[in-house]
């Protein structure tokens, strides 16, 4: 999948803030911001355009 010192130097481009790997969803979450980026053929796609909002749910799940 990703690669765990990929995943210590991504940071939202939002917010710039930590990012917590959601292997169910193969997507990448950002709780500071309530985004989800995509993680397509194992390459993350970090631009705000392909993001998601978070459900409420969702931000839940990580801490909020």
Do not use: F, N, T
Not at 16 to 22: E, I
Not at 23 to 29: G, S
Not at 50 to 64: C, F, H, I, Y
């Amino acid at each position: 999948m990703i690669d765990s010192k990929l995943l210590e130097l991504l940071v939202c481009p939002v917010s710039r803030g930590g990012l917590k790997l959601m292997r169910e969803h193969d997507e990448l979450w950002c709780a500071a911001s309530r985004l989800a980026y995509p993680i397509k053929d194992g390459i993350p796609i970090m631009l705000a355009d392909e993001a998601r909002p978070l459900s409420d749910v969702e931000a839940e799940k990580l801490g909020q």
